[in-house]
């Protein structure tokens, strides 16, 4: 039924990427993929695959997996691609039918894309693949502090997206096992038109509300509790601090960055 | 209808970081009529065989007959087998919705496309096996009952199939001694009207009481087949795999280990009592 739930696509693992703090690896993430759309020779292209091959390779998480996260989007990257291929308005035509106009400009331009998305997909996959879903909202939460002081609900936001994360596989499993409850009472999921399969998802959906209904009025109580009343005045056991890899990661990336905007 | 489970494989998350094998070569047949009990510790591959056989997982490798038939063949009419096989999953109360009991029992039935009448009395057949009654309770929505009689609600919409092979996943969890007893009663009336039953359980005490077979599965595999009395004999082999027998022969267990010689196949309560009684009597 539900198979391979990719949101939470941490590969757990010990590596220097995987232990860098997860602050730096955002802003590193968001800057490489500033970079990915700034560069746009050929050669500049090479650096950067070599860069996230290297990274790659350093978090010990697998080729395959990072190839694998492009699946997702593969349809849209395909899309853009002809509609760049066809549709751009270059000046050399090499062929033409109706609107569709193959020009070699267009071409680059829609290699150019196709590079771009598939390297924006793949530097926040490896910040995903190597940083755990609690990692990542505590970091997040750490780099959007500021904006608490325009009274922006920061904590309240983490700590959002940190239980729907964590709920997220649970209530796949949940769902399973409704599913195979009320398909061995004769339900079926997967037949008839949209009206009759969306009728059909009813025996589904009632009990699925119900427990997550529930699950969050347990949720509530544990927490309340455990005195949790926001974020004011709570601390963390675990403190995110940089450390000296954090900064080398920073000099390698940035020193990049600069060569890869100033020179290509 | 025989169930026959032919070296069933299966792994969860195949060729993921956290793959693990839940079924290794898993075989066993079952006869009509049968009771049959699966113990074993927590995540040793109980639920996934019985997902097995009421069609609802794919193995990886290996297959399974009912009546003789390939469940995962192509042309396999799968509407035949859920009609044929009831399964109950742990806490089957989640699996409610229906506005009235009524409605949600009548849920199988239903999809199985029998008619008005014919819906009405198996509701009124599958509320009575369960204790309860039509008339009575027919009309509220399930979610004003409290935790054992929606539990019962959802059994009766599965027995509302009237399926010749009940498959039941520790089905008694979280009840109390009297609707424990009530419970294991009506499957046993069940049983005794022809319906096959599969139970998982780790209530030791009520399948010495009740099954006519345990199957043990540890690691992924069945290593051990046999009577109550047969399989809780080897109670030391049990204790390995961090499971144990029915109270009544942990008793008797230990008794003999303070030599005093009580036959192994005690296993349930009255035949302890029996024999104590027997032992006093006599002293």
Redesign the interface.
């Known amino acids: 039924m539900i198979k391979?739930i990719t949101l939470g696509q941490y590969?757990?693992g010990e590596s220097a990427v995987h232990n860098m703090d997860p602050r730096m690896k955002i802003i590193l993430a968001l800057a490489l993929i500033v970079v990915v759309f700034l560069v746009e020779s050929l050669f500049g292209f090479i650096l950067l695959a070599a860069f996230i091959a290297l990274v790659t390779i350093m978090a010990r998480v697998g080729a395959a997996s990072v190839i694998r996260s492009i699946r997702p989007l593969l349809f849209i990257i395909v899309f853009t691609f002809i509609l760049n291929m066809f549709f751009y308005n270059g000046q050399t035509v090499l062929w033409q039918w109706g609107a569709a106009r193959l020009t070699s400009e267009g071409i680059y331009r829609a290699v150019l894309i196709v590079l771009r998305l598939t390297f924006l997909i793949f530097s926040t996959s490896l910040l995903t693949l190597t940083t755990s879903p609690m990692q990542l909202t505590d970091g997040m939460e750490s780099l959007m502090k500021p904006l608490s002081r325009i009274r922006f609900p920061v904590h309240e936001m983490a700590m959002m997206m940190s239980i729907a994360l964590r709920f997220i596989p649970t209530l796949a499993e949940?769902t399973d096992?409704?599913m195979?409850?009320?398909?061995?009472?004769?339900?079926?999921f997967d037949s008839g038109n949209l009206i009759k399969k969306a009728r059909n998802m009813?025996?589904l959906l009632?009990?699925l509300f119900?427990?997550a209904f529930k699950r969050a009025d347990e949720l509530a109580l544990a927490m309340e509790s455990r005195c949790y009343k926001g974020g004011e005045g709570r601390t963390k056991m675990k403190i995110l601090r940089y450390a000296p890899r954090d900064f080398m990661a920073l000099g390698i990336t940035g020193a990049l960055a600069a060569i890869l905007v100033v020179v290509f | 209808m025989p169930i026959v489970v032919e070296n069933l494989f299966f792994t969860y998350?195949k060729g993921?970081?956290f793959a693990h094998i839940a079924l290794d070569d898993v075989s066993f047949r079952m006869e009509d009529g049968e009771f049959m009990g699966i113990i074993g510790h927590t995540g040793c591959g109980k639920s996934t065989l019985i997902?097995m056989a009421?069609g609802?997982?794919k193995p990886d490798r290996g297959r399974v007959f009912l009546d003789g038939e390939d469940i995962n063949a192509k042309n396999y009419d799968r509407?035949k087998l859920?009609?044929r096989?009831?399964?109950v999953?742990q806490y089957?109360e989640?699996?409610?919705?229906e506005e009235t009991v009524e409605a949600d029992v009548a849920?199988?039935p239903k999809?199985?496309g029998l008619s008005e009448e014919e819906t009405r009395e198996r509701v009124s057949w599958a509320l009575s096996i369960v204790g309860m009654d039509a008339e009575e309770v027919g009309k509220l929505s399930p979610?004003e009952l409290s935790g054992g009689q929606k539990r019962k609600v959802a059994i009766a919409?599965?027995l509302a199939?009237k399926p010749g092979v009940l498959i039941l996943d520790e089905p008694i969890a979280g009840l109390d001694p009297a609707g424990r007893d009530s419970f294991m009663n009506f499957i046993l009336r069940l049983n005794e009207m022809g319906t096959s039953i599969i139970m998982i359980s780790h209530n030791m005490d009520g399948l010495a009481e009740y099954a006519g077979r345990i199957l043990v599965m540890n690691e992924s595999k069945i290593v051990m087949d046999g009577t109550p009395k047969a399989v809780f004999a080897e109670i030391e082999k049990l204790k390995e795999m961090g499971l144990g027998a029915s109270e009544p022969r942990e008793v008797a267990h230990m008794l003999l280990q303070n030599g005093i010689g009580v036959p192994k196949d005690i296993i349930r309560f009255n035949e302890l009592k029996a024999f104590i009684l027997d032992k006093a009597g006599k002293s």
């Not at chain 1, 195979?180 to 079926?188: D, L, N, P, S, T």
């Not at chain 2, 989640?94 to 919705?97: A, C, K, M, N, V």
Request: aromatic share 12%; no cysteine; proline share 10%.
């Open positions: 391979n590969f757990p949940e096992r409704i195979k409850a009320q398909m061995a009472r004769g339900a079926e009813v025996p009632v009990p119900i427990s | 998350m993921m970081p997902q009421a609802l997982l509407k859920r009609r096989v009831g399964v999953f089957p989640y699996q409610l919705f849920f199988g999809k199985a979610f919409g599965v199939n």
